[in-house]
């Protein structure tokens, strides 16, 4: 395979929400992907990063007990270490989904898209704008030399929910993608006017859906890069073949993410070495076929998820750090577990007191149906305090 589908970046994605390294670490780990061919880093700081003044909550520089990550000397280490390594840093901040870490915080809680839920923020509330901007200028000033700028976008999971945006999906030409695109496009431009020589790259994932005359109405092509993300291994590697041939006729950029470790399950420990592999192979096919379709292919982002929006373990629910979206499922599956449990109960009832006793059939239902359904209904009863908490994430 040659330089051409490869692209010319290769970055490394570093999730250092909920678990950042410190910066010896780095140390050892960035010369270390240097020779391994990495160009540079994709550097989702998330809570990490030492936001301050109005924006000093969200980040290290936080309160909140369980926050951890870098002061502002170790993050201008952290970018120190990777400039003497020869890698590039592209800085990912999120802008419209996936904003838990802002919108868990009360001062930011009437920005969300849907009251209980912390992911999506809402594009029609007139403080969105001025707070992401904020969040984007501290980022950029932060970095030096920065080509490139990632806004994430990705995974808007409620969108078009709330009143204000309801109306204005109703009354667009094009309803929600309209929403979307129009969110996106005034980050974008923000940025453009701001920092002209920055290059703009968003997830893809929102934009599958969106028909080619709708993106090129809005004339997205012109502000942002899409950044094609697919982490499945080759038995589920569904990216649609026309998708290429959409986004070749909108976007002249455009690059690939693989995933390397995460994105396998919320609980996972260890990643799953079969699966990332067959996903890079897949990827390495998938590109040799569509990428001389793409005017100029940047490259791609080798990411690494360490941390999937909180579900549900003990630790987390003594501490009240749970995702109330995620929650949500679990109940009516509770709710039916309970009610299969208490219907085989009845049956077995019946068939067992042609035979036994009922003192025998009081122990063996006591033995071996009672603590499951007490074990379900405590889960239950969890999940319930948990939702009605409605914690952080
Ligand atoms: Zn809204």
């Not at 909140?64 to 592209?90: K, M, N, P």
């Not at 959409?246 to 690059?255: A, N, S």
Request: glycine share 6%.
């Amino acid at each position: 395979m040659d330089a051409l589908t490869f692209g010319s970046h290769r970055l490394v994605h570093l999730d250092l929400k909920g678990a950042p390294p410190r910066v010896c670490y780095f140390e050892k780990l960035f010369p270390l992907l240097r020779t391994w061919g990495a160009t540079g880093l994709l550097l989702e700081w998330e809570d990490t990063f030492p936001y301050n003044r109005e924006l000093s909550q969200i980040g290290s520089n936080g309160l909140s007990s369980l926050s951890s990550g870098y002061t502002v000397q170790e993050a201008r280490h952290i970018l120190q270490i990777a400039g003497d390594c020869g890698l590039a840093v592209v800085p990912l901040v999120q802008t419209f989904g996936h904003m838990e870490f802002v919108l868990k915080h009360d001062e930011w809680r009437s920005l969300r898209e849907v009251e209980h839920f912390p992911s999506s923020i809402c594009p029609s509330n007139p403080r969105t704008l001025p707070l992401v901007k904020s969040l984007i200028r501290q980022i950029v000033s932060f970095h030096p030399d920065v080509q490139y700028l990632h806004i994430g976008a990705d995974e808007v999971w409620h969108l078009g929910l709330c009143s204000v945006c309801t109306k204005r999906a109703a009354s667009s030409k094009y309803g929600k993608p309209s929403l979307y695109l129009e969110h996106v496009l005034a980050i974008a431009q923000y940025i453009q006017e701001t920092y002209p020589y920055l290059k703009i790259i968003i997830w893809d994932d929102m934009l599958r859906s969106i028909d080619l005359q709708v993106l090129n109405e809005h004339y997205i092509g012109k502000y942002v890069e899409p950044m094609i993300w697919h982490y499945n291994p080759r038995d589920n590697f569904v990216l649609p073949h026309e998708l290429w041939d959409k986004y070749t006729t909108v976007f002249p950029h455009i690059w690939a993410a693989t995933a390397f470790k995460g994105a396998t399950g919320s609980s996972q420990h260890v990643p799953i070495v079969r699966h990332h592999i067959s996903n890079h192979e897949k990827w390495l096919e998938e590109l040799s076929v569509h990428v001389n379709k793409v005017h100029e292919f940047r490259g791609t982002a080798f990411t690494g998820w360490s941390r999937i929006s909180t579900w549900m373990n003990p630790w987390q629910v003594a501490n009240n750090y749970t995702n109330p979206m995620q929650l949500e499922n679990l109940v009516p599956a509770f709710t039916e577990l309970l009610l299969e449990l208490s219907s085989l109960e009845g049956y077995l009832r019946f068939q067992m007191e042609s035979i036994f006793f009922s003192s025998m059939i009081d122990e063996w239902i006591g033995t071996n149906i009672q603590p499951m359904k007490g074990k379900l209904m405590e889960l239950k009863q969890t999940t319930e305090n948990q939702i009605k908490l409605n914690s952080r994430v």
